[in-house]
């Protein structure tokens, strides 16, 4: 399977991955803002970001519609305003990024990890989210409705007012999940495991 560059950015101690087609991380790189123009001028060009590892960057109002995103690294980013409807995100590691008031509707998304991430006023309705991990995220007034779930995990989650209605919640698992107004209306939680959940 294709994966981004596990290739370590050159400055001494930092253990960060390089940058694509570079051999410094983003962190390290000393125009952070050309790097991020040209990414979006190569989505806006090509609508692909593939095998991208882009660590602790800012998206404000960006379109990532109709796009394919895979095997890439977006780990404590921040993406405001953002939206993600009808793209493909494919084994993308999203671990403690920021999305807020993002829209994710109609996606084919399967092997992402949202572990520990941050997602306020977000619309994830309509997509296919097999096989995802939001272990351990925040998730604030957003809403999965009309999803398939599959064997998603959200173990160890917070969802405060969060919408799960009419979705798939087959071998889904929201396993010591912290839960206060979520709604499971016209979904099958019968297939899910709310073990140690706290409704
Ligand atoms: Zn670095």
Do not use: W
């Not at 995103?69 to 953002?82: M, P, W």
């Not at 999305?99 to 997509?127: H, P, Q, T, W």
């Not at 979904?187 to 409704?199: I, V």
């Amino acid at each position: 399977m294709l994966m981004f560059s596990f290739k370590k950015c050159k400055v001494e101690n930092c253990h960060t991955y390089a940058l694509r087609d570079r051999d410094i991380c983003f962190h390290h790189s000393l125009d952070k803002e050309a790097v991020i123009d040209n990414l979006i001028d190569d989505l806006k060009r090509t609508k692909r970001i593939e095998n991208t590892s882009i660590v602790n960057a800012e998206f404000e109002n960006v379109d990532f519609s109709s796009a394919f995103i895979g095997f890439s690294n977006f780990a404590f980013c921040t993406f405001r305003e953002c939206t993600f409807n009808t793209s493909s995100l494919i084994s993308n590691f999203f671990d403690y990024a920021v999305f807020e008031r993002c829209e994710f509707k109609d996606l084919e998304a399967r092997y992402n990890v949202f572990s520990g991430a941050m997602i306020i006023k977000s619309d994830f309705s309509g997509s296919n989210l097999i096989l995802s991990s939001f272990m351990g995220a925040d998730c604030f007034q957003s809403n999965f409705n009309n999803t398939d779930l599959y064997f998603s995990n959200f173990s160890l989650s917070k969802l405060i007012s969060v919408s799960f209605e009419d979705s798939n919640l087959k071998r889904c698992s929201f396993q010591s999940a912290l839960m206060r107004s979520v709604s499971f209306r016209y979904s099958n939680p019968e297939e899910a495991s709310f073990k140690g959940a706290r409704l």
